[in-house]
């Protein structure tokens, strides 16, 4: 059975009414996404709203905004806000991404870890499976909806299946979305990659790729990783 809670070095979040818990994935985009002085962030799908924190910590001037569709989920991401030092930056509030007028809300930095499970393995809970499945937001409506929400050189980050990198990849192009930078992860060197890293501009840029081992043969961290998520793991 998982804890209630996962300490991080500035803040506390706890995920037992979330329907998603605190896991790799949000660490690993909370820690990578975005670069230099954000003012204006989107985090789409907050769940514990643990990567808005983290951005939060990583960029103290910024604005962030974290939407979810789950009512469970976002009252507990307003609890770990509120119990933080961090909560002057955060506004939550419960939204579907689809519905956000370009009109009057713009972003510099917009990130989700977003579903990506097929219909085919829905367990039958619901706020878990809208949480983890695409059917509740699939990857074309996020990146179409992400397009029109980014300024002019704003970035748009995620963390996906492996596997799924080369779709939306493609579809980001078809909404001029050009990739920038990408990080393939697998959990050890034997292992192959199961998650990337992917960071999209509005502009055409140089894009870098790179790999990033998690654990090393004595299943402990490796420097790479520690380096990457040293600010927030104890």
Request: glycine letters at 4%.
């Amino acid at each position: 059975m998982s804890t209630p809670y996962f300490q991080f070095k500035q803040f506390t979040i706890r995920h037992d009414r979330s329907s998603m818990k605190v896991g790799t994935d949000g660490v690993l985009l909370g820690a990578w996404a975005g670069k230099l002085a954000h003012q204006n962030i989107l985090d789409v799908g907050t769940g514990t709203g643990l990567i808005a924190l983290m951005l939060a910590q990583r960029f103290p001037t910024a604005a962030i905004e974290g939407i979810d569709i789950d009512e469970a989920s976002l009252e507990q991401a307003k609890e770990n806000v509120e119990a933080s030092h961090f909560k002057t930056q955060i506004t939550l509030k419960k939204a579907n991404f689809s519905n956000i007028n370009p009109c009057f809300n713009q972003y510099d930095l917009i990130v989700s870890n977003p579903p990506f499970y097929k219909e085919d393995t829905l367990g039958g809970k619901e706020a878990r499976d809208k949480a983890r499945h695409t059917t509740s937001l699939p990857f074309k409506t996020l990146i179409e909806n992400a397009a029109k929400l980014l300024v002019k050189e704003g970035l748009f980050c995620v963390i996906i299946p492996y596997q799924s990198a080369n779709d939306f990849i493609s579809i980001c192009l078809e909404n001029c979305l050009y990739l920038t930078r990408r990080v393939n992860i697998r959990s050890t060197e034997r292992k192959p990659f199961i998650r990337v890293l992917l960071e999209f501009s509005t502009s055409i840029q140089p894009s870098e790729t790179s790999a990033l081992t998690l654990y090393d043969a004595q299943q402990q961290r490796t420097v790479a990783y520690q380096e990457l998520t040293n600010d927030f793991y104890l």
